[in-house]
């Protein structure tokens, strides 16, 4: 059998050949042995090899070690019984460790066929492995979790008197990502906004014509209220409408969003709609928007509509809707639930039809168009030139496109 060997400093130019080794020590008895070394370090094992220079040391059933003897403070040469028991011990390992390999192999190969894996020392279905794998990364993220605590005594962000209403009251954290700072009491809600911030900037962003992104000086800051109660209550405290809706932008500049977590699912849609004002504010500066296309925009984003589409198509069949020059010039909300809910839904088709059946980059040039003060059809006509031949067909294929 061969051994691996090890050898230390210049042994190799100590050792000398072997076969004048072999006539020198072919006498020797092997022993079961220790070697104690100067820098206080014991080796024991038995010595194979030894001459003026060096000493081998076989230390287990494949390795030797070489000392250099300036190495060695002394040697202990054990008894023949010791060897003997020694070399059984290290062939008994040996054939422990193959016959334990074997039987882990079969056994593996065995589980394998029966179509389990391997996970944390168990065999697993692979329906069982994915559900232990997502329990066991939620529970150490839960545990490793920190949440970043707000503290009103150390800001030194410029704030608004909202904001700052909000933060002197209560335990409140943050959560910041490229450009939201999301401030929150109930880390549910803050994940139903944080989780899908970036996703929604990017695509509101894409929309509108900018596939390179909106570069904003500051992040906006987004302020959640985890009650309806705790909405009124803020609403009230600033001079607001109690029954205003469930999210608002007071001051564009200031980039601060305030959201009402009425339901976790009118908090993922009020978010996005309130981003898109925000956002398009933005790039209008002080241009005026027109309603229509302001909440329309916003509620395309967010991919709600008021009413549903079949209930819109009956209201164009029966003649009750809002006629096109009527909604261009709307300044104000019209009056009334069923005449406000169709506001946002024809308005939210108007941009549906020009991004979807037109493309994007059409209608950035539209709106570009807007923001310059141009008129609504002026406008069309120099972004989508050729799309339609005047007023009355762009009016039938707007209305096609709705009703098909």
Not at 54 to 62: A, L, M, Y
Not at 339 to 359: C, D, N, P, W
Request: proline letters at 1%.
């Amino acid at each position: 059998m061969q051994f691996c060997e090890v050898k230390t400093g210049d042994v190799l130019k100590k050792i000398i050949p072997i076969a004048l080794s072999v006539l020198l020590f072919s006498a020797t008895t092997l022993l079961a042995d220790s070697i104690y070394l100067k820098n206080g370090n014991k080796v024991s094992g038995i010595i194979t090899r030894e001459d003026a220079d060096s000493v081998r040391i076989k230390i287990n059933i494949g390795a030797t070690v070489t000392f250099s003897r300036d190495d060695i403070d002394s040697i202990k040469k054990d008894s023949d019984d010791e060897h003997a028991e020694m070399n059984e011990a290290w062939e008994n390992e040996k054939a422990g460790k193959e016959t334990r390999k074997i039987t882990d192999d079969v056994y593996e190969e065995t589980q394998e066929r029966k179509g389990l894996e391997e996970y944390k020392g168990k065999w697993v279905t692979p329906e069982e492995k994915e559900r232990l794998q997502a329990s066991n990364i939620a529970g150490e993220l839960k545990n490793i979790h920190r949440q970043k605590g707000f503290s009103s005594s150390g800001d030194r962000e410029k704030r608004s008197d909202f904001a700052n209403t909000l933060l002197d009251k209560g335990k409140w954290f943050v959560k910041e990502t490229e450009h939201f700072s999301v401030f929150y009491t109930d880390i549910a809600q803050s994940k139903i906004v944080s989780d899908k911030a970036e996703y929604y900037f990017e695509k509101i962003s894409y929309d509108l014509g900018f596939e390179d992104g909106i570069d904003w000086d500051k992040r906006c800051q987004v302020y959640i209220i985890e009650s309806v109660d705790k909405w009124k209550v803020f609403l009230k405290g600033i001079g607001f409408n109690a029954e205003l809706v469930g999210g608002f932008v007071p001051n564009y500049g200031e980039k601060e969003m305030f959201l009402c977590a009425l339901s976790d699912t009118y908090l993922a849609l009020t978010f996005p709609h309130e981003l898109t004002h925000l956002i398009f504010r933005d790039i209008a500066g002080k241009s005026t928007i027109p309603l229509w296309l302001n909440e329309g925009l916003a509620n395309y984003e967010a991919s709600v509509t008021s009413i549903s589409n079949d209930l819109l198509v009956e209201q164009i069949k029966h003649g009750r809707h809002i006629l096109l020059g009527d909604l261009l010039r709307m300044a104000h909300y019209p009056e009334g639930k069923e005449m406000r809910e169709l506001f946002y839904a024809q308005s939210e088709k108007l941009v549906e039809f020009l991004i979807t059946q037109h493309g994007r980059k059409k209608f950035r040039k539209f709106c570009d168009l807007i923001l310059q003060d141009k008129s609504f059809f002026e406008a069309i006509f120099t972004a989508y030139k050729g799309d339609f031949k005047d007023v009355e067909d762009f009016n039938i294929k707007m209305v096609e496109y709705i009703v098909k």
